[in-house]
Nanobody
């Protein structure tokens, strides 16, 4: 069973940076087809931050595209989300997701395509 645990959230001033980590257990991330980061603010729809394939190919959503970097930490079986120049509108719960199986129609920025989810980590950005 794949389990995902996010960490690294917290409070930061606008313009600051945070690094979120998603640790996978029950599987090594090299055996996951894709892992992704999504976020959801109260009263808003979930949106994609970005995703990375098992081969290390990153795809970014529009919301934070120029301010985030996704990377793999294979030693810790983790996916890392580095967020820079944070804005108050980035305040949200950030979730990690994973998908084990290949699919020709898989969309890495569509949360409905992922089978496994973490509990989320809260990010609050103040002005």
């Amino acid at each position: 069973q794949v389990q995902l645990v996010e960490s690294g959230g917290g409070s930061v001033m606008a313009g600051g940076s945070l690094s979120l980590s998603c640790a996978a257990s029950g599987v090594t991330i090299g055996n996951l087809y894709y892992m992704g980061w999504f976020r959801q603010a109260p009263g808003k729809e979930r949106e994609a931050v970005g995703a990375m394939s098992r081969l290390g190919r990153a795809t970014y959503g529009h919301a934070m595209k120029d301010r985030v970097t996704i990377s793999q930490d294979l030693g810790k079986s983790s996916l890392v989300l580095q967020m820079d120049n944070l804005k108050p509108e980035d305040s949200a719960m950030y979730f990690c997701a994973a998908e084990r199986s290949y699919s020709l129609s898989f969309n890495p920025l569509d949360g409905d395509h992922y089978d496994y989810w973490g509990q989320g980590t809260q990010v609050a950005v103040s002005s």
